[in-house]
Structure formats: structure tokens, C-alpha cells
């Protein structure tokens, strides 16, 4: 079945760095955008990246603008979201999701989400 | 970048009730809109994609309905499952965003 499984989430300090994970499964990730969403405690969704199929269009949120990069493998069917210089403002959890349609990085909605992982930014 | 506002942000029912959800952007988006419910501790659950396309899988008793910059979530008779929180989402332009929330409680 089509799986999202997020990784790579804990406790770090302000300033420090974090690499999350999504693994990817039950279908053809290479040919999929793909998006990292995140939600701080007890509030709404924010989207914060995407990536095209093949890496070569990227978006941001301004929120994480400079300070995050989204990437992938396709050979391992992985979507990576690097996080450096957290702010506590960064605590949340993260989503990736799979849009509804193939190739397109535009006009889909998200059909297919993680459980997320949980990234902690205290001292 | 485009804002998204919904209303309210907390709906009181009972179940059989019929309940409506708004929601809108601050500038045109066509039909560029998905809705989604979320319950404590879960992932978001897709539900409906431009504006009023139910996805597979998801009760008959869920509508989506606008476009534009206005968006309606109807569900036609509430059932104790629905009890949730329900996000609307625009995926007109980047970067994509979210209204605030829409909290549906047990009256």
C-alpha cells in the first residue's frame, strides 16, 4: 500500500541542525512532487517545502527560506528535509505528503501523508 | 502570497446535524482548493480537491462547493466520526497555505 514513514526528528538547541527522513512506498516516488507540512503544537498546518519529481524546482515558505533545503533520492525513494539554524518557532510536527497527480509540481492537492515526526528546538 | 480565512473557528453540533464550513482567500484562486480533517495526533485525511471533488473513499454526506475566493465544506448529516478539525488549503500559487482551522465539536 502507498506509505509515507517520516524520520529523524528529536530534541535540539537553538541554532543547532537536524536532517529529517521520509521513506517513501507503494509507488512510483520518482515520478511524484513531493511536500513537507508542518504543525506546531496546538496550532494549524503550515506548508513549508516542495520539491519537483526530479529536484530541479523548489519552493519554500518564507518562514524557512535560507535556512531549510528540501532534496531527494530517488534511488532510495527518499525525500529529505535539512534544517539548519532552528529557531524555537521551528518546533513542530512534520508531514511529508504526495500530491494527487504525477510530474506536475502545480495545481494538486495532497493526497497522501506521514504520521510525522516530532523536532523539538530547545535549550 | 495568498491568505486563507476561515469561519468560524469552532462549530458547536449534534449529530444529524447539517454544518457549514467557510472559507476564503484573499485573492482569486479558481477552484484551487482542497479540504481536509484532522483528528488529535493524526496526519490530515483528504477529503475534497478543486473546491468540490469528493476523493475516493470519503462519505457522500462531505460536498465542497465555490470558487474564486469563497469555499463552502458542507457535511449533510453530521455522524459521531466527523467530530474533528478541518483545514481548507489553497494550491493556487506558492507558497500554498492553509486557513487557520475550523474546530467541530459535540454540542
Known amino acids: 500500500q502507498v506509505q509515507l514513514v517520516e524520520s529523524g526528528g528529536g530534541v535540539v538547541q537553538p541554532g543547532r541542525s537536524l536532517r529529517l527522513s521520509c521513506a517513501a512506498s507503494?509507488?512510483?516516488?520518482?515520478?511524484?512532487?513531493m511536500h513537507w507540512v508542518r504543525q506546531a503544537p496546538g496550532k494549524g498546518l503550515e506548508w513549508v517545502a516542495v520539491t519537483s519529481y526530479d529536484g530541479r524546482n523548489i519552493y519554500y515558505a518564507d518562514s524557512v527560506k535560507g535556512r531549510f533545503s528540501i532534496s531527494r533520492d530517488n534511488s532510495k525513494n527518499t525525500l529529505y528535509l535539512q534544517m539548519n539554524t532552528l529557531r524555537a518557532e521551528d518546533t513542530a510536527v512534520y508531514y511529508c505528503a504526495r500530491p494527487e497527480g504525477v510530474l506536475r509540481v502545480y495545481y494538486y492537492a495532497m493526497d497522501v501523508w506521514g504520521q510525522g515526526t516530532t523536532v523539538t528546538v530547545s535549550s | 502570497d495568498i491568505q486563507m480565512t476561515q469561519s468560524p473557528s469552532t462549530l458547536s453540533a449534534s449529530v444529524g446535524d447539517r454544518v457549514t464550513i467557510t472559507c476564503r482567500a484573499s485573492q482569486s484562486i479558481s477552484s484551487w482548493l482542497a479540504w481536509y480533517q484532522q483528528k488529535p495526533g493524526k496526519a490530515p485525511k483528504f477529503l475534497i480537491y478543486k473546491a468540490s471533488n469528493l476523493e475516493s473513499g470519503v462519505p457522500s454526506r462531505f460536498s465542497g462547493s465555490g470558487s474564486g475566493t469563497e469555499f463552502t465544506l458542507t457535511i449533510s448529516s453530521l455522524q459521531p466520526d466527523d467530530f474533528a478539525t478541518y483545514y481548507c488549503?489553497?494550491?493556487?500559487?506558492?507558497?500554498?497555505?492553509f486557513g487557520q482551522g475550523t474546530k467541530l465539536e459535540i454540542k
Open positions: 507503494g509507488f512510483t516516488f520518482s515520478s511524484y512532487a
Open positions: 488549503q489553497q494550491y493556487n500559487s506558492y507558497p500554498y497555505s
